[in-house]
């Protein structure tokens, strides 16, 4: 399983303590250091069965101040895609990449139902 963070987000810190205490095994990656493809974003934007729009960290200062929040609706999937992958900023976090799912953003009762067992 792959966990994505940006590790100065306290959200992302709140949710590793979280899997750490769970006792659940991954592999950390930085969103920034390095930046999910285009490629993977639609691969786990099709296995999550979200809308695209979910992948996008709406409440990050880059987000608004590129105004994406009046420019998304008229871009293409793949542009989004293309702009996601710019920028690990942009990117919702943090996300867990398993084999038969994704989670995006931290939802501890989610979180509790796919990861617990």
């Not at 959200?11 to 991954?26: E, F, I, N």
């Not at 250091?33 to 099709?46: I, Y």
């Not at 979200?50 to 409440?59: D, M």
């Not at 987000?63 to 996601?84: G, I, R, S």
């Amino acid at each position: 399983m792959l966990f994505i963070e940006y590790p100065k987000c306290s959200t992302c810190q709140k949710a590793k303590k979280w899997l750490d205490a769970h006792g659940v095994s991954y592999v950390d990656r930085h969103i920034v250091e390095e930046n999910p493809t285009a490629m993977e974003l639609k691969q786990w934007h099709e296995k999550s069965g979200l809308p695209l729009k979910k992948f996008f960290n709406t409440s990050g200062m880059l987000y608004k101040e590129m105004q994406l929040k009046d420019k998304l609706p008229n871009m293409t999937e793949t542009d989004q895609y293309e702009l996601l992958a710019s920028n690990g900023m942009l990117v919702k976090r943090p996300l867990i990449v398993a084999d038969d799912y994704i989670l995006v953003g931290f939802k501890e009762a989610e979180w509790m139902d796919k990861l617990v067992k």
